[in-house]
């Protein structure tokens, strides 16, 4: 491995290093390894100090752990980098994957999503559903958990992306090794997540916007209103993508989050030939994401500009837009300043572009 994806590996396993932050580095600096050397001086002006690095020693024992795996990493700004994923604003800095590459950049993908305690006949349906998919030259993109997931790769076969929460070499759950290994095979598994990471609650969001990311719908299946399965229909909504939601009984509680979704204006879906339908309008190349784009140069600015950007900041999460609005200043500066605080310890980021002191 090269020096420059080494760093750029190390850059993203960084503290305070999250998705935004990455790219508008990469925006500023041009590459991960002069970013680096930038870190400790961008924090400094941003009123505190830089936490300490990821370890050159463990980001080289990740790479040799993930070599010997038969993963490989996959790195924003590659060519190689979904289109799809790529355009979305929190797009994952480093990604590790094994199999089949073009099964997530030269076919149309469409995330199927549901319930871990899904109905036998849930199941049924998200299985014929998925076949019926990949038969139409689809890739269904899941997240390999029990339920409606399981059944969504089973029915997809060899035209499927499952997406995981934890390190490229853990099966969640456990049950599911043996399809997580078919999957990575013949298919092809993604993991945001170091090799050896385990599981933990906060990284299933995470995974969530990938698997809305990297497809033009998201269908949900079966799920309960407050659900994992909803978050990325939302996420998928939040990027301009469409949202389909199969109905079901108002009987149980398993099918209120799809009729919810649909009250709300998710297209609703009984068929595979629905789901062609919905998409068949839809060119990739056109597809955009609702944020704004992060990739242009940021600009330095005096103490008297940060001052008056950090005045307008409270523990209340407000649109960075806003505050280019009310400090009157060129978003690029903006966007400069609130990275130096972030470095430094002062600012939290939140979903939909927001912000706050931390």
Same mark, same amino acid.
């Given at each position: 491995?090269?020096?420059?994806?080494? =760093?750029?590996?190390?850059?993203?396993?960084?503290?305070?290093?999250?998705?935004?932050?990455?790219?508008?580095?990469?925006?500023?600096?041009?590459?991960?390894?002069?970013?680096?050397?930038?870190?400790?001086?961008?924090?400094?002006?941003?009123?505190? *100090?830089?936490?300490?690095?990821?370890?050159?020693?463990?980001?080289?024992?990740?790479?040799?752990?993930?070599?010997?795996?038969?993963?490989?990493?996959?790195?924003?700004?590659?060519?190689?980098?979904?289109?799809?994923?790529?355009?979305?604003? =929190?797009?994952?800095?480093?990604?590790?994957?094994?199999?089949?590459?073009?099964?997530?950049?030269?076919?149309?993908?469409?995330?199927?999503?549901?319930?871990?305690?899904?109905?036998?006949?849930?199941?049924?349906?998200?299985?014929?559903?998925?076949?019926?998919? @990949?038969?139409?030259?689809?890739? !269904?993109?899941?997240?390999?958990?029990?339920?409606?997931?399981? @059944?969504?790769?089973?029915?997809?076969?060899?035209?499927?992306?499952?997406?995981?929460?934890?390190?490229? =070499?853990?099966?969640?759950?456990?049950?599911?090794?043996?399809?997580?290994?078919?999957?990575?095979?013949?298919?092809?598994?993604?993991?945001?997540?170091?090799?050896?990471?385990?599981? *933990?609650?906060?990284?299933?969001?995470?995974?969530?916007?990938?698997?809305?990311?990297?497809?033009?719908?998201?269908?949900?299946?079966?799920?309960?209103?407050?659900?994992?399965?909803?978050?990325?229909?939302?996420?998928?909504?939040?990027?301009?993508?469409?949202?389909?939601?199969?109905?079901?009984?108002?009987?149980?509680?398993?099918?209120?989050?799809?009729?919810?979704?649909?009250?709300?204006?998710?297209?609703?879906?009984?068929?595979?030939?629905?789901?062609?339908?919905?998409?068949?309008?839809?060119?990739?190349?056109?597809?955009?994401?609702?944020?704004?784009?992060?990739?242009?140069?940021?600009?330095?600015?005096?103490?008297?500009?940060?001052?008056?950007?950090?005045?307008?900041?409270?523990?209340?999460?407000?649109?960075?837009?806003?505050?280019?609005?009310?400090?009157?200043?060129?978003?690029?500066?903006?966007?400069?300043?609130?990275?130096?605080?972030?470095?430094?310890?002062?600012?939290?980021?939140?979903?939909?572009?927001? !912000?706050?002191?931390?």
């Amino acid at each position: 491995m090269g020096q420059e994806r080494f =760093d750029a590996i190390r850059l993203a396993r960084s503290p305070r290093i999250g998705p935004v932050t990455y790219r508008q580095l990469i925006a500023r600096f041009g590459n991960a390894s002069e970013a680096l050397r930038a870190l400790p001086d961008l924090a400094r002006r941003g009123g505190g *100090k830089m936490r300490a690095l990821a370890d050159e020693r463990g980001i080289a024992a990740e790479v040799q752990r993930a070599e010997a795996l038969g993963a490989r990493y996959l790195i924003w700004g590659d060519a190689e980098y979904p289109v799809l994923l790529a355009e979305t604003a =929190d797009a994952p800095p480093v990604l590790s994957y094994r199999g089949d590459l073009d099964l997530a950049r030269r076919r149309p993908c469409v995330a199927m999503v549901g319930a871990r305690n899904a109905s036998a006949a849930a199941c049924r349906y998200a299985r014929g559903l998925a076949q019926q998919l @990949a038969g139409e030259g689809v890739v !269904v993109v899941s997240g390999l958990a029990r339920g409606i997931d399981t @059944a969504v790769h089973q029915g997809a076969g060899n035209r499927t992306i499952g997406v995981i929460a934890s390190g490229i =070499d853990i099966a969640y759950p456990p049950e599911n090794a043996p399809l997580q290994d078919h999957v990575a095979s013949e298919a092809l598994l993604i993991a945001e997540q170091p090799p050896g990471t385990a599981p *933990k609650a906060q990284h299933f969001p995470h995974r969530n916007r990938i698997i809305a990311g990297l497809s033009l719908a998201t269908v949900v299946v079966e799920a309960a209103p407050k659900s994992g399965s909803l978050i990325t229909a939302r996420l998928a909504g939040d990027y301009g993508r469409e949202v389909l939601a199969v109905p079901g009984s108002p009987l149980d509680p398993r099918a209120q989050g799809c009729n919810q979704l649909i009250r709300e204006g998710a297209t609703l879906i009984q068929s595979a030939t629905d789901i062609m339908e919905a998409i068949a309008h839809i060119d990739p190349r056109s597809v955009r994401s609702h944020s704004v784009q992060l990739e242009q140069p940021l600009l330095d600015v005096g103490e008297g500009e940060r001052d008056a950007v950090a005045a307008l900041l409270g523990p209340v999460p407000v649109p960075v837009d806003e505050l280019v609005r009310q400090s009157g200043f060129a978003p690029p500066a903006v966007q400069m300043l609130l990275l130096e605080l972030e470095l430094a310890g002062r600012l939290e980021r939140h979903a939909g572009g927001r !912000v706050s002191l931390a």
